[in-house]
């Protein structure tokens, strides 16, 4: 018997990605955001989830992908760490799949740059590869 | 944790308190050592420990209680006088006493020690002074003390135990409370308070102060939708959950705060061990006592605290010897304030020691690779004192077990950081060093100042806030001059930084002139930051509310213009500013200088500008004048709110009790006033007294260069002018408050006259 795991999955760029099912507290659609003068660019704003003040966070900036066309509204994938509760926007939602472990591999050594810290590795399914994001270190703002 | 009964759940956290009681009381009787009150205190307390543990069968505990009892009591009745030995002593003892009950607390029993040498202390402290012939019965009875029992609890102990208290109870003075107390050892003088008063987890306290922040923000949230409704028994519903979730918001924040001086109880113990220890006399004094903090805070800072206070005394004053050559007196002088600013408590630990010695700190801080020799050298002094707060940076030549580990200042700043607060420090040489914290009060709820700048609400703390100014165009673009290409504003006289909160957040621009666009109306709001006024310009102006502030996540804590954030009537998040940090980053606030100096110059410019801004008043069919730098308010008070004190009209006013003068009165000049309209009041506020002057019309606001026509009779009056094509006289209003209260201005040794 293999153990496996359950990811949420969500699009960035065309890519597919995961975090732990365990870790995402909601997922919520576009949400009316306060912007934050002078913060780094990869802070998008503060939403207010039922009273609680949450930081958003744009993953296409934080990894480096090209910006999404204004048009596109973000989507909220809600999740807990050690923080405390940090939004991820992210361009769609995907469903939640389970996968099993032997399918995972490590990032080859040619990922460099920002992803090599924020991807932990990815687990080949059948039609395309999960990558799968490292949520405590992709909600921290890196140094500028 | 082995499960304890409830009852010796009390007992600890009762003595527990106690303890904390104790050294005080001690160390206050050490300075006082005649002081029979405190000594009774002392006494009770320790009775009341060991008849508790006597009756729960903690044996260990009550022989150590036991033989500091007896010393108490010959201490008590004059047989022996208290000498630094015999403090330290009954200290060791109550660190004992502390130690036990931590172990039967962590334990479930008393714990291995058998503390034999500090009983075998405590009888030799009361045996080597005893003056044979004066023994009374009652020592007699309690002495020889009774052994170090182990284990359970003989028989013999609680006959000897039941004849002493008998014997006790027929020789202490007959002061019926003490009677009572020696009747009920076990509850003590908590009796009263306990009837009252019940135990609740924090926990639980932090939820319910969730909910009400939530019941706060969804309150604001009705009120909104009033103004847009207009149905009238809807809005008066509303006005009631409006005052209740107030009332209710103030209730479940009284139940979490503290007073700090809580924590600083132990401070005077740690004081005076340490400077024992260093070999330093060390005179602690407190202010502010009574400021409140948040229950999760004080736990939070206490460390923090203790650590700066120990710094203080190892590193900043001086021994005895180097501080009388310094013409200082022998006994330094630690100094602990607290109050309330910005809606953030500020602490301050001031020492009147040697100050930072500069040099030594940038040798250190090369020597130690925290910074290099160039860089040293570009730090200007402020930066320089700042290094003390590096990690693993210790100046001490050896290092003693007081401090001198290089895990000093920057635990205190991190610690500090961790709650959103901030560090900083000021020295003078050989005059002492200022640490300064500033605890945010995360979870309270302040009164704000809400402005729009490019679109976005931003809330401004209103303490910081002193008034508001409104230019029109033509008038913006001429007030608003510029030093140098640095905007400042002529504020009645003074120069007045301005700051342009757009500039500031690096947003854009309104239009390429900036903050000087020909038709646009410029708002200012005049803030205070560290004893330094500045004129903020935002956008526009909303409103005053009372906001929830809620701390910035980890990835914001480093942007120090925003205190925090909040949510506002219509579910949308706005940034609170911090406007100290807003100062610091406009360079308003950068180098630390001399308050004194600063209001000195002011004073000074206030007397020789000739133009001066002139608040007219009107009493019966006289105008007269005062400069409105000496007025702090403007006041309506209804009548029926007056009051009488010490033969004096008085109203209640901010908490203060303020003395109204009636001006007519004062100057023989029959008023016109309508007895049904509210009186009205000018404000005068010296150094915290406050004083209401009554008139009976504000008539006008001009500024105007005053000339003088003639000299007054009166000696309330000044001179009199035309101002605005009328005579006018000009008011001495220190003289006319000396008449009325001649000790007024006893403390500030001697205002300037007002029109010299």
């Known amino acids: ?144 | 944790m082995p499960e304890l009964d409830e009852i010796v759940k009390e007992f600890l956290v009762e003595s527990h308190e106690n303890l904390d009681q104790l050294d005080r009381d001690l160390v206050i009787l050490e300075q006082d050592p005649t002081s029979h009150d405190t000594l009774s205190s002392i006494f009770r307390t320790i009775h009341t420990i060991k008849g508790t543990c006597g009756f729960l069968g903690f044996g260990k505990l009550e022989s150590v209680a036991h033989v500091g009892e007896n010393l108490l009591s010959k201490l008590r009745d004059g047989d022996l006088a208290l000498d630094p030995s015999m403090t330290t002593g009954l200290l060791s003892l109550v660190d004992a006493v502390r130690e036990i009950l931590g172990n039967i607390e962590t334990l479930g029993s008393e714990g291995e020690a058998e503390y034999t040498e500090l009983i075998e202390l405590l009888i030799g402290l009361q045996e080597s002074r005893l003056t044979g012939s004066s023994e009374t019965p009652a020592r007699e009875i309690a002495g020889p003390p009774v052994p170090p029992i182990t284990g359970g609890f003989p028989p013999a102990l609680r006959a000897v135990q039941f004849i002493e208290e008998s014997a006790l109870e027929r020789l202490i003075e007959p002061r019926s409370d003490e009677r009572e107390l020696a009747a009920h050892p076990a509850d003590g003088r908590h009796a009263a308070v306990s009837d009252t008063t019940i135990r609740v987890d924090v926990g639980l306290l932090d939820k319910l102060m969730n909910r009400v922040g939530e019941l706060v923000l969804a309150r604001n949230q009705i009120l909104q939708f009033t103004s847009t409704l207009g149905d009238a028994a809807f809005l008066s519903t509303s006005q009631r959950l409006n005052l209740i979730t107030t009332e209710l918001q103030e209730g479940v924040m009284k139940t979490r705060m503290q007073p700090i001086g809580n924590i600083w109880g132990k401070f005077p113990r740690v004081v005076r061990d340490l400077s024992l220890q260093c070999g330093k006399r060390v005179r602690i004094e407190m202010e502010g006592k009574e400021t409140e903090l948040d229950k999760t805070i004080v736990e939070a800072i206490k460390d923090p605290l203790t650590h700066v206070v120990r710094n203080s005394i190892d590193h900043g004053i001086e021994t005895p010897e180097a501080r009388l050559a310094a013409g200082k007196p022998a006994e330094g002088c630690l100094l602990l304030r607290a109050f309330h600013e910005g809606g953030q408590v500020n602490i301050e630990i001031s020492d009147d020691g040697a100050g930072l010695n500069l040099d030594r700190i940038r040798q250190k801080a090369i020597e130690r690779g925290i910074v290099t020799q160039e860089q040293a050298l570009r730090m200007n002094d402020r930066d320089v004192g700042q290094l003390i707060f590096a990690p693993g940076f210790s100046t001490a030549a050896q290092v003693t077990n007081v401090s001198g580990r290089g895990v000093g200042m920057d635990v205190v700043k991190t610690n500090v950081e961790k709650i959103g607060g901030a560090v900083d420090l000021q020295s003078q040489p050989g005059q002492g060093t200022t640490i300064k914290l500033k605890i945010p009060l995360t979870l309270a709820i302040i009164p704000a100042l809400i402005v729009t700048c490019d679109g976005d609400r931003f809330a401004i703390p209103q303490v910081s806030l002193l008034e508001l100014v409104r230019l029109d165009g033509e008038q913006a673009r001429k007030r608003i001059e510029r030093l140098h290409g640095v905007p400042v504003y002529r504020l009645r006289g003074h120069l007045l930084p301005i700051v342009n909160l757009r500039q500031e957040l690096g947003l854009a621009s309104k239009s390429t002139e900036g903050e000087t666009n020909t038709d646009e109306v410029v708002n200012i709001v005049v803030l205070r930051a560290d004893d330094r006024q500045f004129g903020l310009i935002v956008d526009s102006i909303n409103d005053t509310e009372e906001i929830v502030v809620k701390p910035l996540s980890q990835q914001l804590k480093g942007i120090p213009v925003y205190a925090g954030a909040t949510i506002m009537g219509d579910g949308r998040v706005a940034l609170i500013l911090d406007v100290l940090g807003t100062a610091q980053r406009a360079h308003v606030v950068s180098e630390v200088r001399d308050r004194g100096l600063a209001d000195n110059a002011s004073r000074q410019s206030q007397h020789n500008s000739a133009c001066q801004t002139l608040l007219i008043l009107e009493v019966g069919d006289r105008r007269l004048a005062l400069p409105i730098s000496m007025v702090s308010r403007l006041e309506e008070i209804p009548r029926d709110s007056v009051e009488h004190a010490d033969q004096q009209e008085v109203v209640q006013y901010r908490g203060q009790i303020l003395p109204l003068l009636r001006l007519g009165q004062m100057l023989g000049i029959a008023t016109l006033e309508d007895p049904s309209a509210p009186l009205q009041v000018v404000v005068y506020r010296e150094d915290g007294r406050s004083v209401g002057l009554v008139v009976d019309r504000i008539a006008d606001i001009v500024e105007s260069a005053v000339e003088v026509t003639k000299k007054t009779q009166s000696d309330c009056l000044l001179a009199s002018a035309v101002i605005q094509q009328r005579v006018t006289d000009l008011i001495d209003l220190p003289s006319l408050i000396r008449r009325s209260d001649r000790a007024f201005f006893d403390v500030p040794a001697n205002t300037p006259g007002v029109f010299a």
């Open chain 1, 1 to 144: 018997m293999i153990g496996t795991a359950q990811f949420c999955t969500f699009y960035l760029d065309g890519l597919t990605f995961g975090v732990e099912v365990q870790r995402v507290q909601e997922v919520i659609r576009y949400q009316e955001m306060t912007r934050i003068p002078l913060a780094s660019g990869v802070v998008s704003g503060l939403i207010n989830l039922r009273g609680q003040i949450v930081t958003a966070i744009d993953l296409r900036r934080r990894l480096d992908l090209p910006d999404r066309p204004p048009e596109e509204k973000p989507m909220n994938v809600v999740v807990r760490t050690d923080d405390g509760v940090v939004s991820l926007l992210v361009d769609e939602i995907g469903d939640v799949v389970e996968v099993a472990a032997d399918r995972f591999e490590s990032p080859p050594e040619t990922l460099q740059g920002t992803a090599r810290n924020l991807v932990q590795g990815a687990y080949k399914l059948d039609n395309r590869l999960l990558l799968v994001l490292n949520t405590e270190a992709g909600v921290q703002v890196p140094a500028e």
